[in-house]
């Protein structure tokens, strides 16, 4: 079997985003035991730091876009396929995180 050689920015940037998503998600999960602490104002800064990493990880993933537009051909590989499946869920949660802590502030208001 040949083996196959990888282009270490390629990696580099598969787990930046990797970083940069998990510590997003991590985050998120974090402002979720914050709300249900009833410490809202820690689960609003989580979140906030959530939404900086996964930006940050968004930033990173542009580059691959871009360089594409260009012309600029990506080497596809397991790990990259894993850090957009990673950042895709990290998206996700926090998202839908978000609701979860305003929905909590709705419920906690009417109380």
Known sequence: ME???YNSEDQN???EII???GDGRSLAFKAL???HEGDFDKAEDLLKRSNESIAKAHDVQTTLLVDE???KKTEFSILLIH???HFMTSMLANELITEMVNMYKK???KD
């Open 13 to 15: 940037i598969a787990m």
């Open 19 to 21: 970083a940069y998503s």
């Open 107 to 109: 419920f906690e208001r």
């Open 69 to 71: 537009a260009n012309g």
């Open 83 to 85: 850090s957009q499946d």
């Open 33 to 35: 035991d914050a709300v």
């Open 3 to 5: 083996e196959q050689e």
